[in-house]
């Protein structure tokens, strides 16, 4: 959007150097045309006429008698000399020329140099051809190749760009002729006809490798200048976040029109108007800016979409004329994000997972321990996903997840909660089980690492187990002696930290086994 900025403030300054003084070398203009009479193009080329910016020729004889040679062929050079002017791009003088075949010495006419604007063109960002190549500047100009140069001049290359395979088939299979526009020139030659600057032919041909006659050339020209709106942006968000809220437009029209009123309108994918920007049926010449805020004409919220906006002013003699129409994309940046499971045990895992709309650039989530970590991208869709297996690198209990979503120079994120819940777990046992009167009975208990301390209750007693090291605890008691047969509850008791947990076993207690024994009589 750089050069379309320039272009507009270059062509601004241009157009009012023509009007403060006439006689400047850059805008001294021809006498008017003779040989255009009735002629169908001739309120185009009077247009451009007014502005200063039109070449035909001058006999030396009778200099006072032009011709503008309406149905001749238009050249290369003179094709981009009229745009170089028409867009108020500076001539230029380089040391070295940029092509071969087109010395200093170059005269678009015998009377009319054209090598500093054939420079102005190159340098300004319009011509195709590399520098070093020959630029071939006598011969015909075709439709697609006029095309080529119109579209860069208008700064819609990127548009152009962006039109898929099927839309350019599609918007070129309107025409039979199509396949013959070659192939490096069918997006620009789509993107001239979906913003209205190439119509075809009434038989619904295009033609685009026949030359294009100086007529047509102008006329293409005056529909692309006469007014002219530029966005400042491509797209814009208005998500109230104060990034790219409002989209400016930047104004530009021929001062010599006689402006009676104009509108500014966003417009559908089918043409339909969302809104109109500025007073209904504006007076006067249009301002220099306008702007709009993504709403319709009810005030609502447009939704995300491509747009297209257009200007028109109509002129004292009540001709309309329209601004190329031109695409704005207004988006809609979402951020959907989620977790699970809201309560995660260490060695489990956590998974994050967020949906965007429109695809972001990149997603993460910063955690408690201050780490920012990337979300993967789920092959090419808006979903976006992280594992992240729980461990004591985050601390117990509840904490927040920080969601961040980049769109460009946007970013939208999401807050989210979950629940470290400590890794606390014991499995307690008696060996052996059952047990009988004197004997030895060892309590164990195997825990996760974070338990501090261990303890059972069993047969009245209360035993502080002790750990060995590698998870486990131990500790031993013995059977009292005549303890009546039965089923004794054995509560075990871990501690960590933050928390406590419990586990119960039933130790079994037996009376004697007298099976085994011998009995001697005695006195």
Not at 141 to 150: Q, S
Not at 319 to 324: A, E, G, K
């Amino acid at each position: 959007m750089f050069r379309s900025r320039l272009l507009a403030v270059a062509a601004a300054m241009s157009l009012a150097a023509c009007l403060v003084s006439p006689k400047l070398a850059l805008c001294a203009g021809d006498p008017w045309y003779y040989d255009l009479g009735g002629h169908w193009a001739r309120d185009y080329v009077r247009v451009l006429w007014e502005e200063s910016v039109t070449d035909g020729y001058i006999p030396s004889v009778n200099p006072s008698v032009a011709k503008y040679w309406p149905d001749a062929d238009s050249t290369r050079a003179q094709f981009a000399t009229l745009l170089c002017k028409v867009f108020g791009l500076p001539p230029r003088y380089p040391e070295n020329p940029s092509y071969p075949d087109v010395p200093r010495s170059y005269h678009l006419f015998w009377n009319k140099p054209g090598w500093h604007w054939i420079e102005g063109a190159f340098y300004g960002g319009i011509i195709f051809v590399p520098r070093g190549d020959y630029f071939r500047p006598d011969s015909y100009i075709t439709r697609e190749d006029a095309v080529e140069l119109l579209i860069r001049s208008l700064d819609l290359e990127s548009y152009a760009a962006s039109l898929s395979l099927a839309e350019v088939s599609s918007i070129l299979g309107r025409f039979y002729d199509s396949w013959s526009v070659s192939q490096n020139r069918r997006r620009s030659m789509a993107c001239a006809i979906s913003v209205g600057i190439i119509k075809g032919y009434e038989d619904g041909s295009l033609r685009p490798r026949s030359p294009i006659c100086r007529a047509e050339a102008a006329t293409v020209a005056a529909r692309s200048c006469l007014i002219r709106m530029i966005a400042r942006r491509d797209s814009f968000s208005p998500d109230g976040d104060g990034l790219d809220d409002v989209v400016d437009f930047d104004l530009t029209y021929l001062r010599n029109r006689g402006i009676a009123s104009w509108q500014a309108v966003m417009q559908d994918s089918v043409g339909s108007v969302v809104c109109a920007l500025g007073p209904p049926g504006g007076t006067g010449p249009p301002p220099a800016t306008v702007s709009w805020d993504g709403r319709d004409s009810r005030g609502n919220p447009a939704p995300a979409s491509r747009y297209y906006y257009q200007a028109v002013v109509t002129d004292q003699q009540n001709r309309q004329f329209m601004s190329v129409r031109r695409p704005l994309d207004l988006e809609r940046h979402v951020l959907s994000a989620w977790l699970q499971p809201s309560v995660c045990r260490d060695g489990s895992v956590l998974t994050l997972g967020a949906m965007t709309s429109p695809r972001a650039t990149w997603v993460s989530v910063v955690l408690a321990d201050g780490r920012t970590r990337a979300l993967a991208p789920v092959d090419a869709s808006s979903l976006w996903q992280l594992g992240i297996v729980m461990g004591p690198f985050l601390p117990i209990g509840t904490q927040t997840a920080l969601i961040k979503a980049w769109f460009g120079d946007t970013t939208r994120e999401e807050r989210l909660s979950f629940t470290r819940a400590e890794d606390l777990w014991l499995v307690p046992s008696i060996t052996p089980n059952p047990a009988t009167w004197g004997q030895r009975v060892q309590l164990g208990c195997r825990t996760s690492s974070s338990v501090a301390r261990a303890e059972a209750k069993v047969l009245g007693l209360d035993v502080a187990l002790s750990a060995d090291g590698s998870g486990s605890w131990q500790a031993a008691v013995t059977v009292p002696w005549g303890l009546s047969p039965g089923f004794y509850p054995a509560v075990f008791t871990v501690w960590t930290s933050f928390s406590s947990a419990q586990g119960a076993l039933s130790l079994e207690v037996t009376g004697p086994n007298t099976a085994g024994l011998t009995y001697v009589l005695s006195k």
